[in-house]
Structures are given as structure tokens and as C-alpha cells.
């Protein structure tokens, strides 16, 4: 059954931007739709099918800045967070125009309000939906979704599972609380009769960015560059996003080698037994071997 995307055209605000309120930034729209979109694609809003570039793919791609300048995902809120100490002001700022770029073509869930004052002069806050654990009738735990602002830490964190949930079997999926929790509680598609036959209809771009994330088969071959670490979908598996990486690594990968034969020409057994220098020296050669036999 064919699978179709649906974004209207009122959802995406004519000017995204981010103000830094307290201790992070927040992305806010002004209170008037796009007027990029004319004719029929104005009345109908942006359609997707399959065979488009998923929209979960598309919303990954605000990680860009953080694997071009070589950040490591364990440090990536911390880099975009203005309180800390390993904030970089560059990238964050290249950071949040990913996020811009992306919210410009596909609205990131802007929604109209009564137009006031304040909402002229300052923007439209959004929301994003964000899992949180409350206390069910029966007194367990159980997970729900609420609306969050769009502080370019949400956003970020929202990312954050969407990649380390990249390489998920279904299984996986099924089994992770906050996955499914996701999934199930936001709009769900519709089924729609066309001469042609049936197809799914999914509108909304939290719908979208779930749902495409969920039924992509490329997914099935996804993975992370060995080098910078970005998101890699393709139709086959691939260790790298680009030639540019594949490079960069196996030049890094050879002068580590080199290195470690001048450490292990001095070194004894007794060396990689009780040295983690030479023991880690020792390690790499063999993998080198191997990767050389293959």
C-alpha cells in the first residue's frame, strides 16, 4: 500500500528565527504563514511518497555542523548550550541556521494563533512532543507525550534519539518505551480510496518525521560515517557518508599505523603486557592485518 506525506502550507510560517531567552535559545515563527507556495501547492500544502528522501532524513541533517567540526556525540548539547564551558558560539550558530533552513521549507509543526501585539513583535513560540514518565490511575509509571518548547536543546535531544535509534531492527522499535510512545500518541494516518487503490495518508510534520522514520526500509542498511559520525541511509550498507571522509580516515587510519610500527620496534612482550601504550600500539597492527586480509 502506497504511503503519502502531507505538510499544509499554513503549517510553514513565513520567518523562523531564534531568541535567546535564560539559559538556552528558543526558535520561534512569525504569525503568518509562507507565501512561497502558490496555486495548487498552496491549496494542497507539500506532498511525499516513498520514493522522496524521508522527512526523519531530513530533519537529521540540522546534526550537519556538529560531524563537519568533528564533535563528539556526547558533546554535542554541550556545545550549542550557552552555559557551558564547551559552548562554541560558531557552531551553534551554524547549528541553529540548519534548523532555520529546515523549519523554512517544512514548517517544524508552526501553527497559527489569534494575531496580537506581542505575537507580531516577538513571534510564535513552538512546541515539539517530548516523552515524559507520569503516574497512571493505578499508581505505576507509565509514558506519555506533552508539548515542549523549541529550545535548541529539545530540538536537539529530539534528534538525539531519532540517531542512536538509527540502526533499530523492528524488534527494537517495538520494544523501546519512548519509541513507540512517540508513535502512538501523535496523529495517526488515514487510510483514503483513490480509482488506483488504497493509499496512507499521513498529515503533519511530527506525523511525518515519525512515521517515515518508522516504515523506511533504507533505514535496514543505515549507519554512522566512520569518521565524523553523520547519519548514513543508503540502499546499501556504507562506512562513510562521502569520498571527502573516506579519505580523511584512512589517512588519520595509516599515520596511526605508522605510528604504532615505530612504537612496537622498541617494545618487547613484556611491554605489551604491562604498557597500555604499546598494548593499545599491539591491538591496532592486528586490526590493520586483518582489515588488509579481507
Known amino acids: 500500500m502506497e504511503i503519502r506525506y502531507q505538510i499544509k502550507t499554513r503549517n510553514i510560517s513565513q520567518k523562523y528565527f531564534f531568541e535567546r531567552e535564560g539559559d538556552d535559545f528558543i526558535l520561534k515563527a512569525k504569525n503568518k504563514p509562507t507565501n512561497r507556495y502558490k496555486g495548487a501547492l498552496k491549496e494542497t500544502g507539500m506532498l511525499f511518497d516513498e520514493s522522496d528522501i524521508p522527512l526523519y532524513q531530513e530533519f537529521l541533517s540540522i546534526l550537519q555542523p556538529l560531524s563537519t567540526h568533528g564533535v563528539l556525540r556526547l558533546n554535542w548539547l554541550d556545545v550549542c548550550n550557552p552555559t557551558s564551558k564547551k559552548y562554541d558560539e560558531q557552531i551553534a550558530s551554524e547549528v541553529m541556521n540548519a534548523v532555520i533552513n529546515h523549519a523554512s521549507i517544512y514548517g517544524m509543526a508552526f501553527h497559527l494563533r489569534p494575531a496580537s501585539k506581542v505575537l507580531k513583535s516577538f513571534g510564535n513560540g513552538m512546541f515539539i512532543p517530548e516523552v515524559a514518565y507520569v503516574t497512571g490511575a493505578n499508581g505505576k509509571m507509565i509514558s506519555d507525550v506533552y508539548p515542549r518548547q523549541a529550545t535548541l536543546r529539545n ?30 500518541q501523535l496523529g495517526q494516518p488515514k487510510i483514503v480510496a483513490y480509482p488506483a487503490g488504497l493509499s496512507i495518508w499521513v498529515e503533519g510534520y511530527w506525523e511525518s518525521v515519525w512515521f517515515s522514520y518508522s516504515t523506511d526500509k533504507r533505514r535496514l542498511h543505515a549507519g554512522y560515517c566512520e569518521y565524523c559520525e553523520a547519519p548514513v541511509i543508503k540502499t546499501k550498507k556504507a562506512g562513510f ?52 586480509n579481507k
Not at 529530539?158 to 535509534?165: C, E, G, P, Q
Open 155 to 184: 530540538i536537539l535531544l529530539h534528534a538525539h534519539v531519532l540517531y542512536d535509534s538509527l540502526t533499530f531492527t523492528k524488534e527494537q522499535f517495538l520494544e523501546d518505551d519512548i519509541l513507540t510512545t512517540y508513535f502512538n
Open 241 to 292: 557518508c562521502d569520498n571527502k571522509c573516506k579519505s580523511a580516515y584512512h589517512n588519520n587510519r595509516n599515520k596511526d599505523v605508522a605510528k604504532a610500527k615505530r612504537i612496537m620496534k622498541k617494545a618487547t612482550l613484556g611491554d605489551v603486557l604491562k604498557d597500555p601504550k604499546v598494548a593499545n600500539a599491539f591491538k591496532l597492527l592486528q586490526e590493520a592485518i586483518k582489515n588488509d
